[in-house]
Structures are given as C-alpha cells and as structure tokens.
C-alpha cells in the first residue's frame, strides 16, 4: 500500500472511537480491498460500517464472506452518496461511535494519516471536519487537491495549490476522504439527501461553518483516489448532477437578488455547454447536461440515475 508520512504514535490514543463509513454501490471488489486495508492497521481500530447502496448483483454477500469484521447495512435502493451515507452515519452514532471516517472504496489511506487527522480533530475543538491532501493512487506523485471551494462562484472547484501551512482552513472537502467530529451532525444536521451525488460534502461543511466550526485540510495527512475507477460515468452522472446541484445550492444559500444572478449564469453556462456538447456529437454528455439544467431550474432533485442513463 501507499505511504504517507508518518506520525508520532504517542500523539495518538489507539483505543480512540472511530467508524469509518464505505459505500457500495455495485463493486464489491473495491469495497473488500479497502475493508482488508483497514484491518491491517496495528494500532487503531475502527469499526468499519460498509453500506450497500441497493446493489444489482451479489455484493453483499461477497463483502459479507470476505470482511466478517465489517458491520453491513443494507439499503433496498439506491440512495446516493448523501442517503447512502446517511444511514452509516446514524448506524455509528447510535453505536455511540465517533468520529466518523467517511471513506470511498476506490480510495487508499493509510493508518498514520487518519491517526494525523484524528490528533488535529482532537486538539482544537472549532475544528468540525478534517481533510487529507488527495493525490493520484495510479499516478501517485500526481497531486489532484486540497479542499474545495465554493461550487457556484467557481467552475473548477478543486484547490489545486498545495497548502504551505500544516493546516489550512479551506470552503468544502471531497467526500473522497473526510473526517467529521460528531457535534457537527447535532448541529447542523446529516447530508442534504436532495443532492443525491455531488455538492453535499460542500452544503455540510457551509453549514458546518455557518455553525462556527472549521474546516481544514491536514497537509500531512493523504488519501490517494482511483480516479479511474469511476470513469464510465463521466460523460452522464457526473455532470448531470454537477449541473443540476449548483442550483440547489443556489436555492439553499443565497438571498433573492445574488441567487437570481447565479441562476441565470449558470442556466446560460449550461445551456452554451449543452448546445457545444450537442455539436461536437457527444449525444450522452450533451442529455446529461440538458436534464441537469431543466431538473435544477424545475426544483427537480433527488435521485435521477434512471431518466440519465436511460
């Protein structure tokens, strides 16, 4: 496995709670690799709470056989990343175990790393929510961010300068790998289930803020992601749904006058994308894009794999 840098274990108690939270969603086989990874850890021990996300095929009974030390919930449907991890969340915290660990499967982490992000959680108390710098797991030199920003005020939203201080207070952190101290969810609630996939890690932590908790990034600790993994929806999910959310977004947290002018510039940055997409025969992209922008004009939100991929 990859290595971050290491940290000093007298820095961290290893009896420490922790849950760490995997969603699946049809790939088992990413799911137990990262299951294995964790309990080969020698000194923390988290619970590990793998959700499944109403998978098609026979997952739940691979990861089951496979990772008898994972806690399995199992959702009859598909809820997004926001549902989805929803229900590992209240499965933890009914458990009395926090902090919670939200993990992709298509993502490496090793022990030090969370045990760095679990000192610096634990050290200042305004701090809600915790970061690793993320970088390329098939290219590993390859850095793809630190945080993230506002998703309406920027169109790239990734912060891709790495940060000079150790720890850097930054908008939003990528679901991909993000510690969250439990009085965040008593204060402001879980994941914004309307999102279903895409901007909810960027509405908890606003609402994290707006509730005078911080979010950083910890420049010692790393997550490195299987970018590729999540290739084949690319060209529809994604940018249905990153299309569409920014309009959510705009609705929840901006008053009449700023969110009539985001509204509008980002109805005619969808449409101009759209029309291109169209041009440039890439038929797939192009409805994606088309049904985002309608879906997030309309108030049409929620779950919407089916109408996208159909």
């Known amino acids: 496995m990859l290595k971050s840098p290491k940290v000093k ?33 020698e000194r923390l021990r988290p619970t590990v709470w793998v959700v499944d996300n109403g998978s098609a095929n026979d997952d739940v009974e691979a990861i089951a056989r496979a990772c008898p030390e994972a806690r399995l919930v199992r959702n009859a449907a598909n809820l997004g990343f926001a549902g989805g991890s929803n229900r590992g969340i209240q499965a933890a915290r009914q458990a009395r175990e926090t902090p919670i660990l939200l993990l992709n499967n298509d993502a490496l982490m090793d022990e030090s790393s969370v045990a760095r992000m679990l000192h610096t959680l634990r050290e200042d108390d305004t701090i809600g929510l915790v970061g690793p710098l993320l970088f390329d797991a098939e290219d590993p030199h390859t850095f793809i961010s630190a945080g993230a920003k506002n998703p309406v005020l920027h169109h790239q939203t990734r912060v891709v300068t790495r940060p000079q201080a150790e720890i850097q207070e930054v908008e939003a952190i990528s679901g991909t790998a993000i510690l969250i101290r439990s009085a965040v969810f008593e204060a402001v609630g879980l994941l914004d289930e309307d999102y279903f996939f895409s901007t909810e890690l960027a509405d908890l932590c606003r609402r994290a803020r707006q509730a005078g908790y911080r979010c950083v990034i ?3 600790a790393r997550a490195y992601h299987r970018v590729s993994r999540s290739a084949g929806f690319r060209s529809t999910l994604y940018p249905y749904y990153i299309v569409r959310n920014r309009f959510l977004y705009v609705r929840k947290f901006y008053p009449a006058l700023p969110r009539l002018l985001l509204t509008g510039f980002w109805a005619s940055y969808s449409l101009a994308l759209s029309a291109k997409l169209r041009l440039t025969g890439e038929r797939a992209a192009y409805r994606a894009v088309w049904l985002g922008l309608v879906d997030g004009l309309q108030g049409r939100f929620g779950g919407q794999n089916e109408r996208v991929l159909n």
Do not use: G, K, M, Q
Request: charged share 25%; net charge negative; with cysteine.
């Open 9 to 41: 274990w007298e820095h961290t108690n290893p009896t420490v709670d922790l849950a760490i939270i995997i969603l699946n969603w049809n790939a088992a086989d990413d799911t137990i690799r990262c299951v294995r990874e964790i309990a080969a850890w």
């Open 218 to 220: 910890d420049a010692r």
